[in-house]
C-alpha cells in the first residue's frame, strides 16, 4: 500500500510504545543497552514527520517500566506487552499502535503480538534499529517515519514489522541480517484466512511451557527427551527439507511417540525459507506423523512457536488443537495446496539425449 495522508487532511492519533531495543541504546563503557526516557526524542522525530509529509500526527507516548534488550525477552514479553497495550488504548481513540522493539526477537514477539491481539481494530506495527538514535547512520528515525507512513496509509487491522524500506506481516516476518538496514524478510507470502476468525481472548487451561528445538545430523534421543519432558506444553521440531528427521534411531521415535501418548503436541516445520512439509512424502516423515506429530505447513519458525503456545495457553489440545494448528487463522499458514511430484532426472532430459544417460 502506498503510504499517504488520510482523506481530507485529518488528524492520525497514533500511540507508540517504546519497549527498548537497540533504537535506544548507548553505551556506558559495558557495551550497548537500552536506555529508558525517550519521550522528548520521539516527539521530536515525530515532529520532523509532520513538517516533511504534511501529516497531522497526534501523538500519545508510554514505554514499559522496565526497558529491555529484546535478547532478554522471555515466553511471557508479548502477552505483558500485549497487555500493555490493551490497558493503554482509549477505544476509538488511535488510528494504530507503533511498538518500538529491539531487533533480536522482534519476529518473535511480533508473531505472537499478532495472535494475541487478533481482535485489534486497529493496526499495529513493529519497528526498531539496527544503529541507535543519534549514532552515525542510524536508522532508528527512517524505520519509525515509515511505522508513521504506514499507518498515515490506513492499513488494515493487523500486525505487521516497519524496518528498512518494507513492511512485513508478523506472521510470515523473519530477522536475516544483523549488518543491514533491510534486517527483516517475508519469507512467505501472507495468504488470508478463507472465514473470519475467533480466537478466545483469555486462558483457559493449564497450558505449560512451548519451545523449539533444531534438528541436525547427530541429534542425541537425550537432548529430544529433555526438550519435550521440558517444554511439555508443546514442540515446535524444525526438520528438514520436506519434515524429514533421523527416525531410523529407534530412541528418536520412541521420544516422539511418548510425548504425544502424555499429550505434549509436537508441531514439525521446515528449516527451509520456500516449499512446506509434507510428513506422508518420505518414510522418516511418515513415521514422525504416525507417532503423532502435527504438520505446521509452511509455517515460519516464529509464528508455529507464536501459534502454538498462544493456542496451548487458552487450553487447546488433542485433535482440537491440531485442527487449529493446521487452519489458516492470520495469514501464518497458506491454505493446503495438492502436491506436485518433483520429476526425475531421466524425465527432465529432452528425449534426444536420453539415449546418452546411463
Excluded at 552515525?136 to 516497519?162: E, F, I, K, V
Excluded at 481472548?201 to 533444531?214: I, Q, S
Aim: aromatic share 4%.
Amino acid at each position: 500500500m502506498t503510504p499517504g495522508a488520510r482523506p481530507g487532511g485529518a488528524i492520525v492519533r497514533v500511540d507508540v510504545l517504546y519497549t527498548g531495543g537497540t533504537f535506544g541504546m548507548a553505551d556506558h563503557g559495558a557495551g550497548m543497552s537500552p536506555r529508558s526516557g525517550l519521550g522528548a526524542e520521539i516527539a521530536e522525530l515525530v515532529g520532523e514527520f509532520v513538517a516533511e509529509t504534511g501529516i497531522t500526527v497526534d501523538l500519545r507516548y508510554d514505554e514499559l517500566d522496565q526497558v529491555i534488550d529484546s535478547a532478554d525477552a522471555d515466553a511471557g514479553t508479548a502477552a505483558r506487552i500485549a497487555e500493555r497495550v490493551r490497558s493503554g488504548r482509549t477505544a476509538g481513540r488511535a488510528h494504530g499502535v507503533i511498538i518500538i522493539h529491539g531487533t533480536d526477537t522482534m519476529a518473535y514477539v511480533g508473531a505472537r503480538l499478532a495472535f494475541e491481539l487478533w481482535d485489534s481494530a486497529v493496526p499495529i506495527v513493529l519497528t526498531g534499529a539496527q544503529i541507535p538514535l543519534g549514532q552515525p547512520g542510524s536508522d532508528a528515525r527512517a524505520n519509525l517515519h515509515l511505522a508513521l507512513r504506514s499507518l498515515a496509509a490506513q492499513l488494515d487491522p493487523s500486525t505487521s514489522l516497519a524496518f528498512g524500506s518494507g513492511l512485513h506481516p508478523a506472521v510470515r516476518a523473519s530477522k536475516r541480517a544483523v549488518d543491514e538496514y533491510a534486517g527483516f524478510m517475508t519469507v512467505r507470502a501472507a495468504t488470508p484466512p478463507a472465514a473470519p476468525v475467533t480466537l478466545p481472548a483469555t486462558a483457559g487451561g493449564p497450558g505449560g511451557p512451548v519451545g523449539l528445538l533444531t534438528v541436525f545430523p547427530g541429534l542425541h534421543a537425550d537432548l529430544l527427551e529433555a526438550a519435550l519432558r521440558h517444554y511439555h506444553g508443546g514442540l515446535v521440531l524444525e526438520c528438514y527439507g520436506s519434515g524429514t528427521a533421523p527416525m531410523s534411531d529407534p530412541a528418536l521415535l520412541a521420544a516422539v511417540r511418548r510425548a504425544s501418548e502424555r499429550g505434549t503436541p509436537i508441531l514439525v516445520i521446515t528449516q527451509c525459507d520456500s516449499g512446506a512439509v509434507d510428513l506422508a512424502r518420505y518414510q522418516p516423515g511418515r513415521a514422525l506423523l504416525e507417532a503423532g506429530a502435527v504438520s505446521g505447513g509452511d509455517m515460519t519458525r516464529e509464528a508455529a512457536l507464536a501459534k502454538l503456545s498462544y493456542l496451548v495457553e487458552r487450553g487447546y489440545s488433542g485433535p482440537q488443537l491440531r485442527r487449529q494448528l493446521t487452519t489458516n487463522l492470520l495469514g501464518e499458514l497458506s491454505d493446503p495446496l495438492a502436491a506436485v511430484p518433483i520429476p526425475s532426472a531421466k524425465a527432465d532430459i529432452p528425449s534426444r539425449d536420453r539415449s546418452s544417460v546411463v
